[in-house]
Antibody, heavy 122, light 113 residues
């Protein structure tokens, strides 16, 4: 069974750094792109970027380029989303999701993590 | 970026009636070399992660009830729930993957009338 298990909720202050994780299991981790999707309170879904864990090829939504870093450690089948300096506007639910086709680029998301709620407040 | 526009923003449908959600892309998402539309639909219930319903515009994901169907081609697409059930209350999103800069529609909230 494919599973994506995300790290727990975080409460941080503006200016702090943060790295959240997404551990994949039940499939060949290096063969499927993983993406990150943001949902701000009361808003819709926004694709932030995706990574190919096999070779770390990464694509970013231009709106998020330079604001976050997506990475993966294939030795522990885990993808990451990190911020170097959080803002209050980063308060949101963040989902990781795995695409539906092996060895294909960013496509549709077949499997989703449970979400990580990030709250940034002074 | 390809802009995805959904309509309506919300709709209320009686139990057992049909619900129709539209999604329009700012450019065609039909890839001519394989004749596939790079369009997916998701269901997002409160407190849960999104769930894939439809991909390639009309292929139903395994386990999804057959009352859910996707249609359309090029730049105009429709998600139809043929007979609305109480458990279908959710926000529904379309997503294009024609461009590697993925984009979602704004969402359509479906409620029971």
């Amino acid at each position: 069974e494919v599973q994506l298990v995300q790290s727990g909720a975080e409460v941080k202050k503006p200016g702090e750094s943060l790295k959240i994780s997404c551990k994949g299991s039940g499939y060949r981790f290096t063969s499927y792109w993983i993406g990150w999707v943001r949902q701000m309170p009361g808003k819709g879904l926004e694709w932030m970027g995706s990574i190919s864990p096999g070779d770390s090829d990464t694509r970013y939504n231009p709106s998020f380029q330079g604001q976050v870093t997506i990475s993966a450690d294939k030795s522990i089948t885990t993808a990451y989303l990190q911020w170097s300096s959080l803002k209050a506007s980063d308060t949101a639910m963040y989902y990781c999701a795995r695409i539906g086709l092996e060895a294909a680029g960013p496509l549709y998301f077949q499997h989703w993590g449970q979400g990580t709620l990030v709250t940034v407040s002074s | 970026d390809i802009v995805m526009t959904q309509s309506p923003d919300s709709l209320a449908v009686s139990l057992g009636e049909r619900a129709t959600i539209n999604c329009k892309s700012s450019q065609s998402v039909l890839y001519s070399s394989n004749n596939k539309n790079y369009l997916a639909w998701y269901q997002h219930k409160a407190g849960q992660p999104p769930k894939l319903l439809i991909y390639w515009a009309s292929a139903r994901e395994s386990g999804v009830p057959d009352r859910f169907s996707g249609s359309g081609s090029g730049a105009d697409f429709t998600l139809t729930i043929s007979s609305l059930q109480a458990e279908d209350v959710a926000v529904y999103y379309c997503q294009q993957y024609y461009s590697t800069s993925l984009t979602f529609g704004g969402g359509t909230k479906v409620e029971i009338k």
